[in-house]
Structures are given as C-alpha cells and as structure tokens.
T-cell receptor, first 112, second 114 residues
C-alpha cells in the first residue's frame, strides 16, 4: 500500500522567507505526485504535479517541487513567500490504482 | 466548465437523521471520488467510481454510509442514521483517463451532526 509522510505539521515564516516543505512517499512502483493547497475555508486546489519527464516541476504562484526518486521525496519549495500563501498544503501520491493518498498536511502561516 | 459541483455547501442535522450529499462531476470525467476531511484523520478516500461503477469502497466507515452513481453526471453519498462523529467536510472529486491522474475537487459539504 502507498503512504505519504509530511514532516512538518506547522510552519511559520515571515514574508519573503524561503519555503521548503518535506514530503516522502512509500510505494515500489511508478507514481504520480501532487501538491494541493487548501486556503482557509476553501476546497483543495492543485499547485503542481509530476507524472513523468523533468523531475523539477513548476507550478502556480511561484511554487516548484523536485522529484528525487532515490529518496522517495517530492519536496515543495518557494523562494519568497507572501502573506497570501498562508494555507494548508497537502502532498499526495497515486500508484497503480487511481487512489489518491494524501499526507497529513502542513499548515503554513506567513507573518506580514 | 463549472468544475465539480457539490450540494449542499453546509448541512446541520440531528443525530439519527438521514443525510444525503450530492455531487456533479466535471463533464466527460470517468472517475468520481468521495473524500472525508477531519482534524483527527485528515483526508480519507471513502469510495470511488469508474464509469458509474463503484471500484473500491474499502474506505467507507461502516454500513451507515452508502454511495451511488446512477449516471455519469450525478453521485450521492448517504449517511443513515447520522452520528456526531460523522461531522466533517466531505469532498467530491473527478478525473479523466489522462496519464496524469489529476483530480479536480469540489468545494465540499461541511456536515455538522448535533
């Protein structure tokens, strides 16, 4: 069975700080990887996804993630966060089936 | 496209009552998923359908929960009887056959069972 682990439960940063959120997955086969964001009171929105090709994936709003197969990781990065990035971030993986398995989420708070 | 549509957006009911949540997937999508989000358990997949057929319902908590997809444009998740521990946000998502498997989420239904 596939699983996803997000190491940071709550991250607090000041505006303009750099962000890196950790995500590790466990699954032996080919995976599709996703980062979703959930703004307060809203539904999940896709930030970026990886399913093949260049392991460095660029998403919306200046976010990017790097798939490192040897480390089973898909960390999310942003060089300079803004107050509007305050949200919960979920890493997710799909293996052979269509089932999307989510990590427990990381709450990001950006202080103005 | 309007995206995935869910109704109602909020539901408050009393313990023991029947609750029906509704979902309209994106037109042309073959897969439909129901998720539940709680503080304690995070996001959990309850059940998913492919071409209106339930494929995996192993995430459905117990027999009080049932889901149907009578046609390609409509699905329901029913809880009967409801209990306070069912209080959560229920999300519906849909996806198509493309390789990327991206799922598009609806706005969710916030259920409160008193």
């Amino acid at each position: 069975a596939q699983s996803v682990s997000q190491h940071n439960h709550h991250v607090i940063l000041s505006e303009a700080a750099s962000l890196e959120l950790g995500c590790n997955y466990s699954y032996g086969g080919t995976v599709n990887l996703f980062w979703y964001v959930q703004y307060p009171g809203q539904h999940l929105q896709l930030l970026l996804k990886y399913f093949s090709g260049d392991p460095l994936v660029k998403g919306i709003k200046g976010f990017e993630a790097e798939f490192i197969k040897s480390k089973f990781s898909f960390n999310l990065r942003k060089p300079s966060v803004q107050w509007s990035d305050t949200a919960e971030y979920f890493c997710a993986v799909i293996g052979s089936a269509r089932q999307l398995t989510f990590g427990s989420g990381t709450q990001l708070t950006v202080l103005p | 496209d309007a995206g995935v549509i869910q109704s109602p957006r909020h539901e408050v009911t009393e313990m023991g009552q029947e609750v029906t949540l509704r979902c309209k997937p994106i037109s042309g999508h073959d897969y439909l998923f129901w998720y539940r989000q709680t503080m304690m358990r995070g996001l959990e997949l309850l059940i998913y359908f492919n071409n209106n057929v339930p494929i995996d319902d192993s995430g459905m908590p117990e027999d009080r929960f049932s889901a149907k997809m009578p046609n390609a444009s409509f699905s329901t998740l029913k809880i009967q009887p409801s209990e306070p521990r069912d209080s959560a946000v229920y999300f519906c998502a849909s996806s198509d056959k493309t390789e990327s498997n991206e799922q598009f989420f609806g706005p969710g239904t916030r259920l409160t069972v008193l």
